[in-house]
Every structure is written in structure tokens, then in C-alpha cells.
């Protein structure tokens, strides 16, 4: 049965939160039962924030990660910080400048996210969609289309077209 624990993380103002309402809304829509939670600290914009998110196709017990299997960490400071409980064997979905060490506990999956998103599309703002994209596109937890769909539900009005363009290109960096 599926249930997955997973800790998205990032810096403040990266969209971490909105990645996780995303994600969490998509696996409801897609038939599981979903949890979501948040935390960042009190310099909010520039400091380590995490989303957390379980995904189960049965009932959720306890409303917390305690072990992900799963951390994606889009900056330095964030991998550091929430790296500790990962559970072995877990997934690490990194963007390529997190400099990683001991790599052979988990599997890793470095992404050019921020590379992408500030050169490519130069739009910093959709960080968290290309992650998203890049994030499922290894994990399969969620059909893409729920995610598109979960997408439009929550991205600001007039910016559909560069969030989808942004998620498909995170896809595509896999």
C-alpha cells in the first residue's frame, strides 16, 4: 500500500508552502488521502521553510512527518537542516548547486531547478512548479494531470500559462 511521508524545503519566498498545498491537493484529486503542514522560520523570506506532505492510499494516523522517505531540498541551507531523519534508503531530489555528501544512504536525484528557472525562464517565481514537475517526474506519486489540474487551481490568475510551461519543463529535466 502506498504511504509516503515527504519534506519539501527550500528558503522563504521559494514557494515551498503553495508546492506542498499543490501537491497535497493533486493526491486527493487523484483518489488518495493526502496531509499537509508548514513550517518556516521567523525571518520567513531568505530562511529555511519546509512543507510536509503524506500521501497514503489508506487512513493517515498521525498528522506529521516523522521519517520522510522522501526530502527535496532546493537550497544548501535547507538540505543541512532537514537531511537528519531521512529515512534510509530514502529519496533525496536536490537542485544541482546543494553540494552533497555520504550520497550512499539515500538515492539522489540532482536537478538543475534554480539554473533553470532563473536562466531559462527568468522567472524565479516559479521555482517551486519546476521542482514540482522535476519531483514527480521521479517519484510518480501523483498523475501529471492532477497536478496540472491542482496547478491552475492555485497559481495566481494570469500567470496559468508560465506555471504549466514551468511544470513541464521540470518534467523535462528528468
Do not use: C, W
Not at 498521525?62 to 530514502?90: C, H, M, W
Not at 492532477?146 to 528528468?174: C, H, Q, S, Y
Amino acid at each position: 500500500m502506498k504511504y509516503k511521508e515527504i519534506r519539501l524545503s527550500g528558503s522563504g519566498g521559494q514557494g515551498i508552502i503553495l508546492m506542498g498545498i499543490i501537491l497535497a491537493e493533486a493526491a486527493i484529486m487523484n483518489g488518495d488521502n493526502a496531509i499537509q503542514s508548514q513550517s518556516y522560520g521567523p525571518e520567513a523570506r531568505g530562511g529555511a521553510s519546509r512543507a510536509e506532505v503524506i500521501i497514503s492510499e489508506g487512513e493517515i494516523d498521525f498528522p506529521k512527518v516523522r521519517k520522510p522517505d522522501i526530502l527535496l531540498s532546493l537550497t544548501q541551507e535547507a538540505f543541512n537542516k532537514y537531511i537528519v531523519d531521512l529515512k534510509d534508503g530514502g529519496i533525496v531530489i536536490a537542485d544541482d548547486k546543494v553540494k552533497i555528501e555520504d550520497s550512499d544512504k539515500f538515492q539522489l536525484y540532482q536537478v538543475p531547478i534554480m539554473s533553470t528557472t532563473n536562466d531559462v525562464l527568468k522567472k524565479p517565481m516559479v521555482a517551486n512548479i519546476v521542482a514540482l514537475g522535476a519531483f514527480n517526474k521521479i517519484t510518480k506519486l501523483v498523475d501529471e494531470e492532477m497536478l496540472r489540474k491542482a496547478i491552475l487551481n492555485r497559481v495566481p490568475k494570469g500567470t496559468e500559462d508560465l506555471n504549466i510551461k514551468a511544470f513541464n519543463m521540470g518534467i523535462g529535466l528528468v
